[in-house]
Every structure is written in structure tokens, then in C-alpha cells.
């Protein structure tokens, strides 16, 4: 097949054919232009457009094998892609070639600009690497030089503290907490601006302001320096997530497909906080905190003593004893009656095919992450087994409860 001429080719129309008899190209050709005409009008004439140079050389391949052809169909285009893909439905009617049925299905429309993007780009590749082998250490050492210049321009000082920070701290709703000024400089080369430094194992009230009012992740070191400041954040600070460098690695070492990793496996905060055993350090002062987590959070303790007040925990406790042993779940509505029993192995299904409004899940088994998932859909506001599995995931408006919450050893 000849070679395309691609000079004024925007797009390429790629399409297969088949006939139900032996056919050669001129067939093929000659059915193109003769079921189409007309079917779109002047405008869109195959013969027409052929005749301006607006479609190019229609180019076919064809093959006969046991009595049947078939073979590829290109039509070149410098219409535009709404007129080239009309084009190329119009070419899907075509149901004859000569006394042959067939069917013509199209496969792709080439965009021809994209084909030649990657061919600058793969010799651009060429160039750019004969221009780097022909540099000279001083030239590298030149160009690091002016870069480590630009990066020292854009770190600042900020705050009472002057802690050494990226230029987007005070505009950025995240910011990212890391230990020294080396780290703020290594995110700066890698486009991350709102970093902010420790510098030291002591957090200044520059960053527990800080913390109050934007989502902050903890970005630490691999080791049990990182460790130590980790823990003083978590308790004085209000960190929303946390990322580590790989094991015995420093942020400040790292390449920039591990920062990148680390940043994007971080976890939430209050799980690392229930890992390592970390309460929060009391307040001096009493304040009202307007975060939306700790709004969260308030509601669940006023939730929780509402729960007391009303002896809701001496019914869930009742129910739990009745059902110890028995492998069964019960389903309560909001006050405390039981909506319906089930076998541990059916909750799942029967919870989430439920009609009724199901608000209490009491059940003598292990609570897993599908089934805290399935009553947060459910809406369900108490979830109460023997003990909590391993979870990945608690959504807030839900409330689990173990036989130890309940004082059941």
C-alpha cells in the first residue's frame, strides 16, 4: 500500500471490511464513493471533497481467502474532527461491494498532529541527550548552582519563630510539617511550596497556631528522631495526617519518586495516635476549637453521655449477654426494640437489604471493615460485637462499641 501523504492530513480514518465473496480495491473504492453520495449533501461529498483536496487518497488493502475478502480501508482527512468523524459513520453504511454483501466497521480516526508530536518529542529525546553528554562538569555545577540560588530565594521565614517555610504557606489551605530547613529546600526543588520546618524536637506555637486553622500532614524521618517528633506534634499540634520516610531514611535524602510515594501512602492521624498509644497534652486554657473534626468529635462525647444518661448501654449490654454463645445478631430500631433476628453469616446481607430503619447492630462476632461499611450506609448509629477487627476506615457517624466498652469481660 502506498505511503499517505500526511502535508495537510489533520486525521486518518482506520477501518476493516469484509465481504461474503472475492472483491479487489477498485470494488472497494468505487462502492465507497457511490453509497455515500449524497447521503450527506453537498458539503460532505466524498467525490467533492476528494476534488479539493479536503480527502486524500483513499487507500485500501484487501485479501481474498476461501471465498471471502477482506482486508483495511484509510480515508486521510483535513476536515475537522466533527466533520471526519460524520465521515466516518457515513462509511459504516456500506453494505454491498459489487454483487458482495458486506460490512465496513470503523476502528480508530488517527489524529495525524499526535503521530508527529511524538516523533518531535522522540528527537527532541535524541537531542537533548547528545546535548547532555557534551556538557562539561562545570556547566552541571553552573546550572545546580542557580538552581540552589532560586530555591534559597523562594524559602522564607515565617512567623514569631522565623521557621524556615516554602512561599505558599500563608495562602495554602494543607501545609506540610517537616523537621528542618533541608527538607523545606529538598520539596522546594520538587515544586512543593507550602513546607514548613520544626527545626528542633520542640514544636513552636508558629505551627500549633498554624495547625488550627489548615490540614496539616506530618512529613518525618524513617527513624526514631522522626519518631520522637512525631509523637510531640501529635499531642501539641492538630495534625490531620501523617507521612514517613522509608525506614532509617531522612526526608532530606530521599529522591523525588519516594517523596511523592511517601506523601501519597499517608495515613490518618488519629490512627497513628491509637498505634503508638498518644494522647493529646491538656490545654492551659480552655478554647473553642471550630474544626470540623473536633466539632465531630464533640458531638460524639455529648452523643455518648446522652447514651449513658438514657441507660442505652445497660440495654446494648443486656442484649449482648443474651446473645453470647449463640453466633446471632439482632437489629434494633432507635428505641431499642428488636427489628429482626439473624445468623452472624447472614448480617451482612440482611443489613443491607433491610427496609426498616435498623439504628442499634448487636451480634456475637468480630465487627470488620464491610460491615462498618454497610451500616454507614444504612445510617445505622451503634455497632456493637465482642471485639473491632482490623479497620482501614471509620466513618464518623458511627459509634462501635465492644463487650469491654460494655464492662462484659
Do not use: W
Amino acid at each position: 500500500m502506498g505511503k499517505i501523504d500526511l502535508g495537510t492530513t489533520k486525521y486518518v480514518i482506520h477501518a476493516r471490511i469484509e465481504t461474503n465473496g472475492v472483491v479487489e480495491k477498485p470494488d472497494v473504492v468505487g462502492a465507497i464513493f457511490g453509497q455515500t453520495e449524497g447521503l450527506l449533501g453537498n458539503d460532505l461529498d466524498l467525490r467533492e471533497l476528494q476534488k479539493t483536496g479536503r480527502i486524500g487518497r483513499i487507500e485500501v488493502e484487501i485479501e481474498t481467502k476461501g471465498g471471502k475478502s477482506r482486508g483495511t480501508v484509510k480515508v486521510p482527512s483535513s476536515l475537522d474532527k466533527v466533520e471526519t468523524a460524520i465521515l466516518a459513520a457515513a462509511l459504516e453504511t456500506i453494505d454491498r461491494v459489487g454483487p458482495c454483501e458486506a460490512r465496513l466497521v470503523v476502528d480508530s480516526i488517527e489524529d495525524v498532529r499526535v503521530s508527529k508530536r511524538r516523533q518531535v518529542i522522540e528527537r527532541a529525546k535524541e537531542i537533548l541527550t547528545t546535548m547532555v553528554e557534551e556538557i562539561t562538569p562545570d556547566s552541571v555545577e553552573i546550572t545546580e548552582e542557580v538552581k540552589e540560588a532560586i530555591r534559597l530565594k523562594e524559602i522564607q521565614e515565617y512567623g514569631p519563630d522565623k521557621l524556615p517555610a516554602g512561599p505558599n504557606i500563608e495562602e495554602s489551605d494543607a501545609i506540610i510539617v517537616v523537621e528542618g530547613r533541608a527538607d523545606v529546600l529538598l520539596l522546594l526543588k520538587y515544586g512543593i511550596k507550602n513546607a514548613i520546618a520544626v527545626e528542633g524536637t520542640s514544636v513552636p506555637k508558629t505551627i500549633v497556631e498554624l495547625s488550627k486553622k489548615k490540614t496539616v500532614t506530618a512529613f518525618v524521618d524513617g527513624d526514631r528522631g522522626g519518631e520522637l517528633i512525631l509523637r510531640e506534634l501529635l499531642q501539641v499540634a492538630e495534625v490531620d495526617f501523617v507521612a514517613r520516610a522509608p525506614d532509617g531514611k531522612e526526608v532530606e535524602d530521599l529522591t523525588k519518586k519516594e517523596i511523592f510515594k511517601a506523601l501519597r501512602n499517608k495515613v490518618p492521624a488519629e490512627q497513628v495516635m491509637d498505634y503508638l498509644s498518644i494522647k493529646k497534652k491538656e490545654e492551659p486554657k480552655p478554647f473553642i476549637n471550630r474544626r470540623s473534626q473536633r466539632q465531630k468529635k464533640a458531638a460524639e462525647e455529648k452523643a455518648q453521655k446522652q447514651v449513658e444518661k438514657n441507660g442505652k448501654l445497660e440495654t446494648f449490654k443486656k442484649f449482648f449477654t443474651d446473645l453470647s454463645g449463640t453466633l446471632k445478631a439482632y437489629l434494633l430500631d432507635q428505641d431499642s426494640n428488636i427489628i429482626k433476628e439473624v445468623a452472624v453469616r447472614d448480617l451482612a446481607m440482611a443489613l443491607k437489604n433491610s427496609k426498616d430503619v435498623v439504628s442499634v447492630v448487636i451480634f456475637d462476632g468480630v465487627i470488620t471493615q464491610r460491615l462498618v461499611e454497610i451500616a454507614a450506609e444504612k445510617e445505622v448509629e451503634y455497632l456493637v460485637g465482642a471485639k473491632v477487627g482490623n479497620l482501614t476506615k471509620k466513618p464518623a457517624n458511627i459509634r462501635l462499641l465492644t463487650a469491654s466498652d460494655l464492662g462484659i469481660a
